[in-house]
Structures are given as structure tokens and as C-alpha cells.
């Protein structure tokens, strides 16, 4: 009954119960919730509250919980429940979810957090912490169950009750040989299936595909998303069977790779949510606009170093604001293109040239278009045909010209292995800017005595 | 052994395995590998040898294969296998994905596809069509098996293993009552666990999280990234169980959403890809792009209007991009922020006005600083005090109203019930321009008489 209330009765009914001291009537609502729900609830208790409720969860429900809250709220959680609880709770989290949240500590804050917890837990955790960022290694949990290929489907199914608390969410069952190395794979819809006297060998699919430590996470995501799996084993060099990865992780992934292109390619500062203080997210903006500011002043004396053609032809500069930015757009819309078409597959040559190709040609199109446009709106306006030339001519210029810009520079960045997202759509736009200020103010010297 | 192979080998290997009509070799290359990788092959192919190929692949296997092509590709290569094997085919798909081919179809053309499938297939096609694109019952697919809450967990087995097919990826067992509402759910993992004997009922979880057929995709996806379920039951008005969506179309939900915000936030136009043609991918650009042209000349005429000041003073022109840049670029990350912020989660009236008082306090720490470094600059290089206080006070200005026009505008939008990424990069960015030039120019003519 508890679950279809709104949230904030819940927290009301859920403050009566803590001030009452009613605990069965508290046990009876966070039973009915996901972990999801009871951290809403959670962070809208007043911070008295809190603690109290802390008190009240058993350590798998608290490790549930403190899985979905953010990394703030997760150590001020394990510091509030005291370190032998925390220890505890840690033991019994997910060890990426562990990872993740130590990723940003310094030495000492990680081995004090990580003294509350088993040595065993705690060394797994340590392991991982060794993989880069955003790897595999890094995304996988241990929190799996494998069988040899040499069980029966009993011993496996006597295996499963032994770890059931252990294989909450996946359905699979690695098979490792006798060198942990991945043989196959059963799930439990095989297990129910089959006859509790076959062996595993007979009923295991061989061809698993697996991922190494050190791939990186988008590669995890791509695999999953492709063969629409489970989970994925992440395997080391020698295809020793190391860890899964689970697809609500890659759910994850896919979020924050998309949310991390939106980023750059909008320049909006490295993760900045709703919850963001002002001075940390203006701290994370400001590098870009004062790059930008100065890239703008270059702007600036490009048209200052043709004062003499504009102080003669002032009509000159009523075209500026269109011509820079129709040619930034232009190029943010191929970027924008480029980037996501990286995300999600890996390119040949033979597509890059496919790619150049169509974009040439998409800004053939639109270039034509809209020089015919503006040069006769330039013409209507100013009463002159030859400026209506020289925006005209420099308006398809500037848009091919910015078209190949927003199309070229990710692909040799992706090229360099550099991210093709760092070059963001400010940075295209401002590089446009510049390029077609140039072709603009040359374009109109070489004319000016024919304008004025 | 095929499956590590690269993929242009493979296809090299398919392409001898049909010339010299070796069928058993082709069928164990393609037993090893998953459709996705088939239907990369299959697109390798030479299109004479298309054909066969298609010729050699079982019912089944064609549809697994064809569910990984897109739109394009899944309508030719049903034509290519004719119309009785295509209805056999499309019996064999998943309804949804049916249901997202025959999407931008014509009513005639549409008839024509369901005609040779099942009846009863295609009028559960027919039925999911007529619910709102992007919605619940359109993502649904009807592949799942559901058990009686009066079973015993024996029966519940034996149901399972007449549906084995039917129920391949789905780990999940959903339990309806008498009228077909949903009761429960079991994991294959709980029937593993449970004795034979069981009931049903005592071992099932009763607190099930489902969702309305006609519910946006964007909460289906929420829903399940938020409590990595594995499925969502689908249910109508009176709670009665129509079918489930699956986690790999959430993946894909996700994929296709954030690719939308980037495509409205960029203006890059809807569904370009690196297959798109060039005069499409030039026609859904150019809608924007002459939109622009406009609002551009609208800047221009801007400009214009303040003739007599830009001529009085030329130097004013050389802070127009630098101003009319950092304004719409401010816009871009506050709207970025907003945007996918939204895209995550629900937000009420406490957020919002915190958010605009944080991205205020962003605007104004941002806004200072780049003043007063404007004003040194501005100074230094024109040796004007007068012309470095209008740049500085003009930009802290702009600053602020930028930060405020690309967050306020897709607050309201989103209030509006308005997709608020259609405020998209470009518009806001225009928007912006439009006020910063005024807001320069206006402070400029008061003081005009002190620059010159």
C-alpha cells in the first residue's frame, strides 16, 4: 500500500513513525520501497531525523540504499553510521560501486575507509582501484557466481542456493575451465530447462564474447547494447575470468558518455548538475569563456586590422553577425554528427571519405542556397549589387569552409586519439568565426572601390 | 573458432563458402556468431550474392538478423525473400520492433506487410499501433511468458519449458490473477531456489512496479535505470497486463533520447547519421539554417540602426564578436545544464527557483571577472578608459542576461509542456546575440561623446 504514495507523505509518514518510535511501522514502508525511493526519502528527512533512521535499516538494506545516493551523500552517510557499521556496509556493497566512490580520495582517506572492511573485500576493491578510469576493470563486480565445466546441473543449481544472496540480478552462470579461464556460459532459464543429471559442458554456450580489464568502458557499452546481454565477463590477458559487467552499470555508461559529449560539445563545464554550487560551477565554466574571450579578441583585430575597408563601407558590418554565425551553425551541426556517429561505432577509412564526401555536398546544397538568399536580400537592402556579390560569394565559402571544419577536425582528433569531443562546439564556432571573418573582409577589400 | 575472426575476413569466407555452394561451412560460420554481426556481413555482401545468402538462413535466424538492420535494409531484404517467408519472418520478430518498421509506412503499404503474417500476430501489431509513437505500448513486446498466481512453482516450470522459445531473454516470470492483472512476479532465479511443490503465490513478489501503455518511453527508461529491473510490465487503464518492455530497448531509448538532445541542442538536424544522403541530410539542415539567416539579418539590422555611433567610433566593432560569442556561449552552458537535467529527473518548484538563483550566482562571478579583464584589456590596447568601461560594463551585462535567457527559456518551455530542447543551441545563441548588441550599442551611444 505504501509504494503508490507520493513521495513527500511517505517522508511525512516516515518522520511520524521516527518521532513516535513506531519501528514496525517504519520496517513496514521501507520494505514496500526500492533503495531508490528510501534515498529520496532519506535526503528529505531533517538532518536530526537522519540518523536515527540510519539506526533503523539492517546493513544490506543501508548498503542497498547508500548505493543511490551521490558520492557526498554517500560518505557523509558512512561517517554518520559509525566505522564498524561502515565497514560492514561496505563489505556488503558492490565493489564498483566502492570504486567509484574512492576514485577521487586521497591515499589516506582510502585506506581509512577501507580498515572498517574485511581483508578480503577490501584487497578485491584495492585491486581494482589499479585499473585507469573508465575501464572495464573498473566497472565490474565480483558479485557473480561461477561454475566449473566439469558440474552437473545439480551441483550447479546446489551451487546457486549456496550463493543465492550472492547473484541477486544476473541471470547467468560463468563456466571457467580449470584455469578460471571463461569456458561458457549457462543461464537459469538453461538450468531450469535441463535435466538435474546433464552435465554443464552439454548444456553451456561456448562462444562467449568477453571484454579485457583494460578495454575501455565504451566498448563494454557498445558489446552490450549490440548483443543485447545481460552482463559481460571481463577477462585479464591470459582470458581469466576477473569479473562481469552487468547491464544497469552500462545503463550508467551510456548516460554519462552521452551526458559527457553534451558537455563539450556545449562547452558546459565538467559535471555540473542541479545540485552544483554556484562558485564550483562557475569555477568549472570560466577556463572556457576566458579562452574564448581572448580567441574573441582575435576576432576583434582581424576586423580592426581591416578598419580602413570597414570605416568605408560601414553597410559592411550589418552582414558580420550573420555570416559568423551561420557559419559557426554549420559547423556545429557536422560536429555534432561526427561525434555521436563515433559514439556508437568504430569507423574505417573507407567511411571517413564517404563521410568528408556527403558533407561536401551537403554544404554545396546549402551553401548555394543561402548565398542565392542573401545575396539578393543584400541586394534589396543596401541597393548594391556587388555587395550583394561579395556577401553572397563570401557566405558559400564560409559555409563549405565551416561544414569541412566541423566535419574534419573530430575525425583527425578521433584520429589522434584524442577525444573528438574536446573540440567542442565553441571552439568550431570560434575557429569559424575567425575563418569567415577573413573570407568575408578579404572578399570585400578587393571590392571596396566598387561598393562605396 | 570463426567468431575471432576480423570482419572483413569473414565476409570473404561467406562470399567463397556461396560462390562454390559449400552450404555446411556457411551454416557454421553463421552458428558461431551473433545477428548483429551476421547483418554487418550481410551488408558487406555483393548484392547478387544477397540473395542467396538470405536463401540459405532458417526462419528464425532471418528474423534475429533482420531486427539488427536498419529501416532501410529490414524493408528490402523482406521484398528480397518474397512474400511467404517474409510473413513467416515477421511472425517470428518481435512486435515491437514490427511495430517501429512499419511506423512512417502508408495504411496501404502497411496492410500489405501484415498480410502475410498470422492472424493473430498481426492484429497484436495492429493493436500496438495505435498507441502515440514513443509511448509504452509501442516499446512493449508480447514475447513473454506469464504464469497463474494458483500455480505451484512445478506447473510454473512446465510452463516455461513449453514457451522455452518464446522466452529467451526475459529472466522474469509475471503473475497475473484470474482477470489478468498483474499479482506478482518470480525470477527464474526464485523458481531455481524453490521447491517443486511451492506455490506460486507464497514465493512471488508482490510489489511490482509497472507502468500505463500509454506512459512516455522517457519513464520507462527512468524507471528502469532507477531500479535496474531487467523488464517493466506494460498494463492499461484497469491494471490488466498487455506486455513487458525489455532493458535493451531501454538501452536504446537512451541512446535515441540523448542522441535528440544533442541533435536540438547543436540544431544538426533529426536522424543524420553517416548513412544519410547528402540533399536529405542538406534538407532537414536547412530549415534552421535560413531561420537563422534571418535572425542574423535582425542582428545586422541592429547594427545598423546605430550606424551614426559605429562610424563616430570604429573601434566598437573590433568587441562585437568577442561580446556577441561569450554572451551566446554562457546561453549554450546554462541551457546544456538545464537540459539534460530535465532529461533526468522530475522537477518541482523548490529546484527550479534554486537553480535560477544558482545559475544567477554563476552569472555574476562569471560576469565580473571577465568584466574587468575585458576593461584592462580594452584599455591597454585602445588607450580609452571610457571605451574599457562600456566593453567591461556591456559584457558583465550581457553575461548575466545570457545566463538567465538559457536558463529561464527552457524552464518555461518545459512548463509550457514544450520539449525544452527545442530552445536549442543555436536559438538561444541568437537570441542572445540579438540582446547583446543592444545592450553594447545602447551603453556605446550614451557615452559616445566621451569615446571619440
Redesign the interface.
Known amino acids: 500500500m505504501y ?1 503508490t504514495l507520493p513521495q513527500d507523505q511517505l517522508t511525512l509518514l516516515t518522520i511520524k513513525a521516527l518521532k513516535e518510535g513506531k519501528k514496525k511501522e517504519l520496517q513496514q514502508i521501507m520494505e ?1 520501497l ?1 533503495p ?1 525511493d528510501m534515498a529520496l526519502i532519506y535526503k528529505d528527512l531533517p538532518e536530526k531525523h537522519q540518523s536515527r533512521f540510519l539506526l533503523q535499516l539492517t546493513i544490506p538494506v543501508l548498503a542497498d540504499m547508500i548505493q ?1 545516493l551521490d558520492q557526498e551523500d554517500q560518505i557523509s552517510t558512512l561517517q554518520k553510521i559509525g566505522k564498524e557499521r561502515s565497514g560492514k556496509v561496505l563489505d556488503d556493497m558492490d565493489n564498483d560501486d566502492i570504486a567509484s566512490l574512492l576514485e577521487n580520495m586521497s591515499h589516506e582517506r582510502i585506506q581509512q575507509f577501507l580498515s572498517g572492511m574485511t581483508k578480503e573485500e577490501s584487497s578485491i576493491v584495492q585491486d581494482m582501484m589499479n585499473y585507469p578510469p573508465e575501464t572495464a576493470g573498473r566497472l565490474m563486480t565480483n558479485r557473480f557466481v561461477w561454475i566449473r565445466d566439469s558440474y552437473s546441473v545439480r551441483e550447479a ?1 546446489d551451487k ?2 549456496t550463493f ?1 544472496e550472492f ?3 544476473i ?1 547467468y552462470l560463468y563456466v571457467v575451465d580449470d584455469k578460471r579461464k571463461v569456458a561458457g556460459v549457462v ?3 538453461d ?3 535441463a535435466d538435474m543429471n546433464q552435465m554443464i559442458k552439454d548444456i553451456m554456450y561456448t ?1 562467449v ?1 568477453s571484454i579485457g580489464v583494460e578495454t575501455d568502458q565504451e566498448e563494454a557499452a557498445r558489446l ?5 546481454f ?1 552482463a559481460i565477463p571481463v577477462v585479464d590477458d591470459e582470458g581469466i575470468l576477473k569479473g562481469i559487467i552487468t ?2 552499470d ?3 555508461v ?2 554519462q558518455e ?2 559527457e ?3 563539450k ?5 565538467k559535471a ?3 545540485d ?4 564550483v ?2 569555477y568549472r ?2 577556463p ?3 579562452l ?2 581572448f ?3 582575435v ?3 582581424i ?2 586590422s581591416f ?1 580602413e575597408t ?2 568605408q563601407a ?2 559592411l ?10 557559419t ?3 559547423g ?6 561526427v ?3 563515433l559514439a ?2 568504430d ?1 574505417d577509412m573507407k ?1 571517413v571519405l ?2 568528408i564526401a ?1 558533407e561536401f ?2 554544404a554545396l ?2 551553401g548555394i ?2 548565398a542565392i ?2 545575396a539578393m ?1 543584400a541586394y534589396v537592402w543596401q541597393g548594391s549589387l556587388i555587395l550583394g556579390f561579395v556577401v553572397g560569394a563570401s557566405l558559400l565559402l564560409t559555409l563549405i569552409i565551416g561544414t569541412m571544419a566541423g566535419t574534419v577536425i573530430p575525425l583527425i582528433l578521433y584520429k589522434l586519439n584524442i577525444d573528438p569531443a574536446v573540440a567542442s ?2 571552439l568550431i ?2 575557429i569559424n ?1 575567425i575563418l569567415s ?1 577573413l573570407i568575408y573582409f578579404g572578399i570585400a577589400s578587393f571590392f571596396i572601390h566598387s561598393i562605396i
Open positions: 509504494k514496500e526500492q531508490y543511490e543449481v546457486l542456493k543465492a547473484a541477486e540480478t541471470n543461464s537459469y532459464r538450468l531450469l530447462l562462444r564474447i552490450i547494447e549490440r548483443y543485447d545481460l547491464f544497469d552500462i545503463i550508467d551510456v548516460i552521452a551526458n559529449d553534451i558537455e560539445l556545449s562547452a558546459s563545464g555540473i548538475d542541479f552544483t554550487k554556484s562558485h560551477a562557475a565554466r570560466l572556457w569563456l576566458i574564448l574571450l580567441i574573441g579578441l576576432s576583434g583585430s576586423i580592426a578598419e570597414l570605416s560601414v553597410a558590418a550589418f552582414f558580420m553577425p550573420m555570416i559568423a554565425g551561420m559557426g551553425n554549420t556545429t551541426q557536422s560536429l555534432a554528427v561525434v555521436r556517429g556508437s561505432r569507423i567511411t564517404r563521410l556527403r555536398g551537403v546544397i546549402i542556397t543561402c538568399l542573401i536580400i562546439g565553441p564556432t570560434t568565426d571573418l
